[in-house]
């Protein structure tokens, strides 16, 4: 039975996934910590730009990074005038899409976490010499470890499950952009119910895994691992 | 000498105010900062610190300047020698109380030191969630003595205590300032803690110095005997 299956659309869903998770970690702790502490005009739209992909349906923002990776304008035009990268149907432009199609899961937890964890920590690790980064690393990222791994999880499972802007932007080429849920839905469409199953399952039980590490961290009562 | 001007727009629940305030005050004294709430004592406090900015002002500390705001200068936070004891205390959670004061000295011998002396010895290992008040507060001043700062700010750290503690934490801010000969500057509303531990009294209205009063030898232990300027004064 489980001779027809492939695994490279997960290998290649777990690629996306990682390195969306990995650069939306490396943006997404700078922007909350300035969303939770700064005090700028525009702030609002700030918030709101980063939140809305959370509210748009997939095809909407697929639709328009369609346009806007296109080699005949935008950026997709100066990524490949500079980089020779194209950014439809490759891998490069399915972590671009992702990075911005999964912002508000990576941001929001953090930006949560930092505001009820309060300013006071960080100014007062300000007043006992320490510079932004040792406040960052000893202070404000131990303690909100919850909202960090909420973050990373939560990212990696919606990655996972990508499936409206992969069919938009990225297509199905085989290691590149045929990720699971791509996979999946050419099984259905082959009337391969019984393959499909096995790769719907694998998906469920990957993100049911995550979920529920999500909700042990949760309910432990300290912010410790 | 510490030198303070400071400016800045203020919304209080009074409305709009400006706290406009210039003062000097000298290396090792003791400075309470007293007032009604919302009249400017906290934003003052934090400005000195760098924690707020100010609108336009000047402060120098030493040879040092920390703020001028004409030259568009203004030294970062951890570069200023200050120590800042905060009303909610602002501990470490992910921290044991050693660890706490460790983070701020970087010397684990004086800080086993420091917690001896305060006889602290039985909860320094535990997280600041499993201390009592008193025990965060004086973790938090020794946290902040601990650097040897030049200035120590306090805002309303003693506010959350009975009166019997309060004195007990009285005597141990004397022995540290005895013992690392740091200037303070502390907001109170509690006129007989201000009467025991400070030197002078900057009584702040609406954003303005209402009163400058100096005690001859304000220090615990001692009748503050306020002289006769102040007297008339008051």
Redesign the interface.
Same mark, same amino acid.
């Given at each position: 039975m489980n001779s027809g299956i492939e695994w490279l659309p997960f290998i290649t869903s777990l690629k996306l996934a990682t390195v969306t998770t990995i650069i939306l970690l490396s943006i997404g702790i700078p922007v909350a910590l300035i969303l939770a502490y700064a005090d700028f005009r525009g702030k609002v739209l700030a918030e709101i730009v980063v939140t809305l992909p959370m509210f748009l349906p997939p095809t909407v923002i697929g639709f328009y990074l369609l346009i806007l990776f296109s080699p005949s304008s935008g950026l997709g035009k100066i990524v490949r005038e500079l980089f020779g990268v194209e950014l439809l149907f490759s891998f490069t432009g399915l972590v671009t899409a992702s990075v911005i199609h999964s912002m508000p899961y990576m941001i929001q937890p953090l930006r949560d976490g930092l505001v009820s964890l309060g300013r006071s920590m960080l100014e007062a690790s300000f007043t006992l010499g320490k510079s932004r980064i040792s406040t960052l690393m000893h202070v404000m990222l131990p303690n909100i470890k919850t909202s960090l791994l909420t973050g990373v999880m939560m990212t990696f499972v919606h990655v996972m499950g990508e499936f409206g802007i992969v069919l938009m932007i990225g297509g199905s080429v085989p290691g590149e952009t045929r990720v699971a849920s791509i996979a999946l839905y050419e099984k259905v469409e082959m009337m391969n119910y019984a393959e499909a199953n096995i790769y719907a399952g694998i998906l469920v039980s990957v993100s049911m895994a995550m979920l529920l590490i999500i909700y042990m961290l949760r309910n432990s009562k300290r912010e410790v691992l | 000498m510490i030198d303070v001007k400071i400016n800045k727009k203020l919304v209080s629940a009074c409305g709009e105010m400006a706290l406009n305030v210039g003062f000097s005050i000298d290396k090792g004294s003791f400075t309470a900062l007293t007032g009604v709430s919302g009249s400017g004592k906290t934003t003052l406090l934090r400005c000195i610190?760098? *924690?707020s900015d100010a609108d336009s002002g000047f402060i120098r500390c030493g040879g040092e300047v920390w703020l001028d705001t004409l030259k568009k200068k203004k030294l970062?936070?951890?570069?200023r020698g200050?120590? #800042?004891v #905060?009303q909610?205390y602002? *501990? #470490?959670?992910?921290m044991t109380l050693r660890r706490n004061i460790f983070?701020?000295c970087n010397d684990i011998k004086k800080t086993d030191e420091l917690i001896g002396m305060a006889e602290l010895d039985g909860v320094a290992d535990l997280y600041p969630?499993k201390l009592s008040s008193g025990q965060k507060q004086r973790c938090a001043l020794l946290?902040?003595v601990s650097?040897e700062p030049e200035l120590l700010l306090l805002d309303e750290p003693f506010s959350a205590l009975d009166a019997d503690t309060k004195r007990l934490f009285h005597a141990e801010l004397v022995k540290w300032r005895e013992l690392f000969d740091f200037t303070v500057m502390m907001v109170s509303h509690d006129r007989a803690e201000v009467v025991r531990l400070a030197d002078r009294v900057l009584k702040l209205d609406r954003g303005i110095i209402e009163s400058d009063v100096t005690h001859k030898s304000g220090c615990y232990g001692r009748t503050a005997v306020i002289n006769a300027a102040a007297r008339r004064v008051s």
């Open positions: - | 610190a760098g *924690l970062p936070v951890r570069k200050i120590g #800042f #905060f909610d602002a *501990l #470490f959670p992910n983070y701020a969630e946290r902040a650097r």
